[in-house]
């Protein structure tokens, strides 16, 4: 049984930064989504058990950096030169079916966390 715990969030200004952290209990293949009120949620970036493969939604590339500490059962997304267009709640998930890559698909993830709230102001 797996247990994800996000924290990190909340309010800084336009070209702020902010890192989220996602407490892990097995070592998955994770991913970040995040959905703003009234919007589908969207991926953003995932990263395989390891590692060594990550990828990143468009809107996001070149500013947030996924990574993880296995040997501290942790993931972050580390989010720089943030806008109003990244608010939204955050959520980590674990995929246990793809474990040796970063899938962008919700559908592949199974445990997700309660997630973290990010707001971006101007």
């Known amino acids: 049984q797996a247990q994800l715990v996000e924290s990190g969030g909340g309010l800084v200004q336009v070209g702020g930064s902010l890192r989220l952290s996602c407490a892990v209990s097995e070592h998955y293949a994770m991913g970040w989504f995040r959905q703003a009120p009234g919007k589908t949620r969207e991926f953003v970036a995932g990263?395989?058990?390891?590692?060594?493969?990550?990828n990143y939604a468009d809107s996001v590339k070149g500013r947030f950096t996924i990574s993880r500490d296995n040997a501290k059962n942790t993931v972050y997304v580390q989010m720089n030169s943030l806008k109003p267009e990244d608010t939204a709640v955050y959520y980590c998930?674990?995929?246990?079916?793809?474990?040796?890559?970063?899938?962008?698909?919700?559908?592949?993830?199974?445990?997700w966390g309660q997630g973290t709230q990010v707001t971006v102001s101007s």
């Open positions: 990263i395989d058990w390891s590692g060594g493969i990550t």
């Open positions: 998930a674990e995929s246990r079916i793809l474990r040796s890559a970063a899938t962008m698909a919700s559908d592949d993830y199974d445990v």
